[in-house]
Structure formats: C-alpha cells, structure tokens
C-alpha cells in the first residue's frame, strides 16, 4: 500500500496559514493581556477599524453575558465615518443592560462611540439614556443625534476612570422621562494607563494658587484636547493610548498670534518627571505665539475660548516647549497665563520650567465653571514685563481640559440638560451630512445632552470655519469635471449672482477697450457695479485648456476661504454657456510688475518683504484653515496681487486640491502649475503635498529678493533657472551679489540672512526637508522685525527727523507710497500645459 504525501507548494501553504493563525492568536493573547477592549456593538466576529486594531463583536463575547437588547445595522453610511467599525452596528436596548469587563485594577481611558442614525424602526431622535458605573454616573438623558447635529456625524465620549474592583460594569438605561425611549451604543473602548495625573504640582486657580490634591479614586472627561498651532494629531499617531489632538483653530478669540514648529536640528526630549506618554511628540514640535511685534503683543490677550458645563471643578493641562532658536536662556520669553480671567500664573517662563530648549513640560491647574447651563472657559496669555525679559512675547504648545467628577449622591460627570435643539421626532437624516462636521476640532463631547449648548456655543464662535470645512469637504469629493452644458447650476449664498446683461452693461458687450489683462482662463475686464465699485471681470475664452473645473473650484474656493490676503470674489455669472467672475479691483497689479520688466517705480526692501509676509499669510490660511487643508498648486508672483494699499492677495484657485490630513502624506495628482515654481518632487513622482506650495513660494522669495525672471534661456546656461542660481551664489557666499542693486543697500546683514537662509530651505529638493508655512511666515516675521529695528536704530543715529520712505504694515494704508496705479495686466496666471 503506498502512502501519498502532500507536495511541497501545499505543505508550505499549510504551514504559512498556521504561522498566520498562530500570529493572530498570539495577538489577541497579547491585547488582552493589556487589558485592552475593543468591543464592536451589535456585530458578531471581528472586525478592523481604520488604524489596523481588531474589534470583537459582542454576540458570543464573554462581556456581555446573557446578551440582550438587539443588534442592528445603521440605515446609511456616513462619508465622514473614519471606518465601518465601530460605527455601522449598534445594540440596543430598551431596558436596563449591563456589560462586564473583567479588568486590572488602576486608572484606564474608557471610550463610547455613537453613531446617531436611525436603526431599523427605532427613531434616533428618541434615544434618550443613561450609562453609569456601580458608582458613577456617566451619561444622564443623553442624547447623540441632538449633539451629532450640532457638531459631527459621530461622537466618541472620552472618561478617564480609575478601576480598584478588577472589574468595570457599564450599564445602558433608557430614560424614565421620556416616553418610547431606549439605548444604544456602537463601540466601546477601554485603554489602561499609567497614573498620568496625581504626579503633577496641581495648583487651584485663585488669589493664592494653594496645591489642589487630586484623589486617585477621581474620574474625569475630556472636555478640550487641543494640538496648539499644530493640526490635528490622529489616534494612530498618539503615544499609546489612541488620543485624538484636535486643532486649536476654532477656539481661538481675537488675535490669533502665529504659528510655527521647531528648528531643523532641534529635537524634542521628554525628562524624568514628563514621560513619554503625558502627550505625543507631536504636541511639542508646534506652538502658537504672539509674534514677533512687541508693540502689537502689549495690547491684547493671546486666548482661547473652551464652552464647558457649569457647576463642575476643571483640571487644565497646559503643554510648553521652546522649539525656536534663540529661545534658550532664562528670562527671554516671560508671560502670564490667566484662566476665566483669574492669573493662574505670573513670570511664567517655559526654560526655567523645562530645564531648556527642546525639554517638554506642562503645568496643571483647578478652577471652578460657576454658572448654570454651558459657560465659556477662556485660557488666556499675556507678557509679563515684570522682570523686562528680552522679548515680549507668550507661547503655548498643547492644552487639555478635563471635567471632574462631582462627589455626592450620586457621584457624576453628568451636567444639567439644556433645551432641544429640535423637537423630539424631527427628522435630522433631512440634514447634510456636511451640515453636522465638526470632525478633527471636537473629539470629546460633554458628558451629557449638556453637550448640545456646548456645540451650540462653538459653532457660534467658529461658524466661519464650520463652513469652510464643510464646503470643502463636500466640494473635493464631487466630481466636477462636467462641461458647462451638463452640470448644475453653482451656488454661493456669499457672493452676487450676476446677470449675462449686467457683465455686457458694465464691459460695453466686452468691448476690447476695457481689457486689462489676458490669461490662461480668458480675458480680463475693467468695469464698475453698482455705478461706483471698480471690479475685475474675467471672462472664459471657450478656446481655453482650462475650464468647468477651474471655474467651480475658484467660486468654491472663494466663497468659502474668506482672509484679507486671499483676493475677494464679489460674484459670477453662468448664463448662455458663459463663465465669468467678478473680482475686487485690484489697484496696483501684481507683484510681478513691480519687480522687472516694468515702468513701476522699484518697491522698498521692506515693502517687498511685508508683500512676502501677507501673501504667506494667506497660504498659511489655506494650508490651515480647512480640516484637510487646500494645497494651491500655481504659487507665482503673478498670483499675488496687491490692492491699493499695497497689500497682497493671493489670487488664481483655479488648480486648488484638498489635501491630506497629515503634513508629509501626498496625494497622486496630475501635474499642474507653472514651469520654473513647480516642485521637482511633484514633478517627478507626481506626489502632490502642500510642501509644493512651500517650494514655489521660496521660488517667489528669491525672484523678490533679485527682481528677475524665475527663467531666462537669454542668460548663460548656469544661470537660466534662478533657483538653480542662487542656490549656487549661495553655496559660494555670494549671493548678495546678485540681489536687485536697487534695493541691496537697503536690507540689513541679519535680515539679509534670515530671509536667505528661509528661501534656501523652501525650494529644498526633497518635500522631507522643506518648512511648514507657518515656520516660513515666522522666519518672515523675524527678518521684518530685524529690518525694522536696525532701520530704527540707524536712523535715531544719524538723527534723522522724517522718513523718506514708510513702511507700510500689511494692515494699515500707506501714506508716502510713491508707486502709481498701474494698468492691471496679467492678473491672472496663464497656466502652463494644464494637461501635464
């Protein structure tokens, strides 16, 4: 009798499935023996969310014994929804139901998504419910879809609990005050830590900041976590314990100071007493200051405005780091930090309490929310010139904002319920998904339905950025590649709808006479509205490259990135297969005419840096000021347009893209833009990143800087590209050499060198290497500063008694500006082989 064997490819494919198995097994053993839960509500099997952790589905799960409730699948997918897991099944309940996780003792995050849409026959406007522990009161008539309606499609709530029983009991009770009320919850996440509270020096908030002793045995929310001056930190890249670090944007009041990251060569080091995982790295590498103009800094508050629930103790963490040069030394930056306008700080200086540069850190403090109802909690800095530091100046890295339970009977986190947003019944699913974002600003929600004048109060405060999220979101993931003829209507309820009758009117039938400018788009029109508004018409030329696509995303664009250094869109016209905006006139032209090649008097070195600095100003914006960010992809300086008073304006969003959340990823995109800006990096891998705008606009600075062409094939072969040129001037120490003789004089030795230094680091080869936008606009700031200072300094020497020429701050008119109107040709850019 003869034995068969398997063959080797089917032995190897054997052993290659154990080995998988194995791994898996060996994975889950290794999760739970963490202590990590990850409990998908509703499903059965597992399940992988969208940073790569397996989920378990509670049918069958030793969590929940004697399962009841049932399972459900939501009615619709959500675009915002980061993944199908945890959020597209539910259990619900429509009586009382415990779920018990056997857990280590110690102090551990627990997290409980919601996806508020309707679940079979159950109306999502009727989940009313509770969650409590044995002695804890979580969640009290809470209801998601009313908070989801305010801020985001989803919500994850975020406890920190301490467990002593080695086990965690979690109870879903629908509520007795509201009738056909029930339960539900999508996921529930619990993540061990260490003890990352009770080894801070906590200080109450108050005349004598007397030590607060903080009882391990307390449970806190998160209310606030924010990533100052920094985008929003995902909970993939967090240190261990899957935190989400929202942007500081929308909570910003009044000035909003600048932001930056850190030097090249610094390096961020945690220390004895602030581990690793008080906060990601990442917190550290950016911050928010006032800036550099010690003037402006003297007269308003650096401050952020957190809505809170009333009638519970706060603990704030505030984050500090010194991440720039030459913040190294004791008593160079000194400020105060106030707290509901109480000082919770004085002589605040970040090196004395790091220990240096680079050295993360962090203070706490405890105050009181009086009050009923939701109430603002404001975070505030201010120099302290007590001690007459070198600079005045505050800056602030990270902050989080934690409730904390009230002790009573019974003990709670749960805050008083505000009035409905919307009658019980009401069909929310009417409303956009759009209409509920808030995603990546808001991580955890207020403890209650409490968090509904929480939101209400934010989009109050944020209502501009609200929109400009949305719109964008919703606009790069259409498809508007149509032709004219075959699409919809566009609409913007911000801008003028004009007539094809009113163009014709104030063109005269677009009579030649008026043209001042032609473009890759189509002519240019002067023409006044309304009997008194000058404007700039632009007119599509059918015979363009470009087209549909490029008019849409300008209207979107400016519609909904409204900044004073991005050009204003009064209106547009889409009528008889016409496509024509309406610009704001802009009086002086574009940058560009008065560099070379032009009768414009010469501009002033420090005029052309402040045009520099508005015009990064407003990419920063773009960069920032969206959730996922708008990359520009034509940065020229015939796409900075200067308005009467010689303030820049970027303008031409014709190739605008949305970019990725993260500062380093790219985007596979056709290459487009124009030959001598364009981003070798883009151009080789067609890896498009916002650090393509980074490189054209240090092209920009060095055009400014030697006022000549980006290319001209009429000069030697070494020096056809100025990039390439003066890169190689200033390798060789000589690239002061070639800088506009008109203005060499003029610039000082050590804004000479930032501004260098900033342009030669922007048009880096590789993306890796170059500056953020915000770190190009501070450097930017510093070298004005500079300028500013020996300017000021030289002429108190001489004893000079007037100026010859005055600088004109980018928001103040000039006043001796000699630089005449000039026709306002080439407005707008001819884009160079849109195609590729």
């Not at 008080?278 to 006032?290: F, G, H, L, Q």
Request: glycine share 8%; aromatic share 10%.
């Amino acid at each position: 009798m003869t034995m068969a064997f398997p063959t080797l490819p089917v032995t190897l494919a054997c052993l290659t499935l154990l080995a998988l198995l194995l791994i898996a097994m060996a994975a889950d053993n290794d999760s739970m023996a963490s202590g990590l839960v990850l409990l998908n509500c509703g499903a059965s099997g597992q399940g992988g969310d969208d940073i790569g952790r397996t989920w378990d589905g509670d049918t069958g799960s030793k969590f929940a014994p004697l399962l009841e409730g049932v399972a459900a699948n939501a009615s619709h997918e959500d675009p915002s929804l980061p993944s199908r897991v945890p959020y597209m099944t539910a259990r619900i309940f429509t009586s009382n139901y415990t779920y018990s996780f056997p857990v280590s003792a110690g102090r551990m995050f627990l997290r409980l998504y919601f996806y508020p849409v309707a679940y079979g026959n159950y109306a999502f406007s009727n989940a009313f419910f509770g969650v409590t522990t044995p002695d804890l009161v979580l969640l009290n008539d809470f209801n998601a879809s009313q908070i989801a309606e305010a801020s985001s499609a989803y919500l994850v709530c975020e406890f920190s609990v301490n467990v002593s029983s080695g086990s965690l009991d979690l109870t879903f009770a629908p509520s007795a005050h509201q009738n056909g009320s029930y339960a539900f919850v999508n996921g529930i996440e619990i993540v061990p830590t260490p003890d990352i509270f009770t080894a801070a020096d906590t200080r109450y908030v108050g005349d004598n900041l007397s030590p607060f002793s903080f009882d391990t045995e307390t449970s806190l929310q998160t209310m606030h976590r924010l990533n100052i001056g920094g985008e929003a930190i995902s909970r993939f890249d967090d240190s261990g314990f899957y935190r989400s670090w929202a942007s500081d944007l929308p909570y910003l009041s009044g000035g909003s100071g600048v932001t930056f990251s850190r030097d090249f060569n610094l390096t961020i080091r945690y220390t004895p007493t602030v581990l690793d995982y008080i906060a990601p790295i990442d917190v550290y590498k950016t911050a928010r200051s006032m800036g550099p103009n010690a003037q402006d800094n003297g007269k308003y508050n650096l401050t952020w405005i957190l809505p809170v629930d009333a009638g519970f103790s706060y603990l704030l963490r505030l984050h500090f780091c010194e991440i720039k040069y030459p913040f190294t030394k004791v008593n160079q930056r000194v400020f105060f930090i106030y707290i509901n306008n109480q000082t919770a700080a004085q002589q605040m200086d970040v090196i004395v309490l790091s220990g240096g540069i680079g050295r993360a850190s962090y203070t706490d403090y405890v105050i009181m929310a009086v009050g009923s109802g939701q109430v603002n909690m404001s975070v505030a800095l201010h120099p302290d010139l007590s001690s007459k530091p070198e600079y005045s100046d505050a800056i602030l890295n990270g902050l989080e904002v934690f409730k904390l339970q009230s002790y009573g009977s019974p003990n709670s986190l749960a805050g008083l319920n505000p009035p409905l947003l919307q009658k019980p019944g009401a069909d929310l699913n009417r409303q956009s998904s759009g209409a509920r974002k808030f995603k990546g600003y808001i991580v955890a929600i207020g403890g209650t339905t409490g968090g509904i004048s929480f939101m209400v109060i934010v989009l109050f405060s944020a209502i501009v950025i609200c929109r400009r999220k949305k719109v964008a979101k919703n606009f790069f993931k259409t498809d508007h590649g149509h032709h004219p003829t075959e699409r919809k209507k566009s609409t913007c309820d911000l801008v003028r709808h004009f007539s094809l009758a009113e163009i014709q009117l104030v063109t005269k039938d677009f009579d030649e006479a008026f043209i001042i400018g032609r473009g890759g788009f189509g002519n240019v029109y002067s023409g006044e509205i309304d009997g008194r508004t000058k404007v700039a018409i632009k007119r599509f030329n059918h015979k363009s490259q470009q087209g549909f696509h490029e008019f849409q995303t300008e209207i979107e664009m400016l519609c909904n990135f409204r900044h004073r250094h991005l050009v204003s869109l009064i209106g547009y016209c889409e009528e008889k297969n016409e496509m024509i905006l309406v610009y704001d006139y802009m009086a002086h032209g574009t940058l560009r005419e008065h560099l070379y090649n032009t009768r414009n008097p010469a501009l002033p070195w420090q005029q052309r840096l402040e045009i520099c600095i508005g015009a990064a100003r407003g990419l920063h914006y773009l960069h920032t000021g969206a959730e996922q960010g708008i990359i520009h992809r034509d940065v020229k300086t015939t796409n900075i347009l200067l308005d009467d008073r010689l303030m820049a304006k970027v303008s031409d969003f014709g190739l605008s893209k949305a970019s990725p959340d993260i500062d380093n990823s790219h985007m596979s995109t056709v290459v487009k833009g124009t030959f001598g800006y364009l981003d070798p990096e883009y151009f080789r891998l067609q890896r498009l990143t916002k650090k393509s705008d980074v490189y054209s606009f240090g092209v920009v600075l060095f055009e400014t800087l030697c006022a000549r062409p980006v290319i001209n094939t009429k000069l030697p072969e070494e020096q056809v590209s100025l990039r390439d040129w003066a890169l190689s001037c200033r390798k060789e120490g000589v690239l002061k050499e070639i800088v506009d003789p008109r203005v060499k004089e003029e610039i000082t030795p050590e804004c000479f060198r930032i501004f260098a230094e900033i342009a030669e680091k922007c048009v880096a080869d590789r993306s890796i290497d170059r500056p953020s936008m915000g770190d190009v606009l501070w450097n930017l700031e510093v070298a004005l500063q500079l300028q500013d200072s020996a300017s000021y300094n030289s002429r108190c020497a001489e004893g000079a008694s007037s100026l010859q020429i005055t600088p004109v701050d980018s928001d103040r008119p000039s006043t001796n500006s000699t630089i005449s109107v000039a026709a306002q040709e080439a407005i707008f850019s001819d884009i160079a082989h849109p195609e590729g």
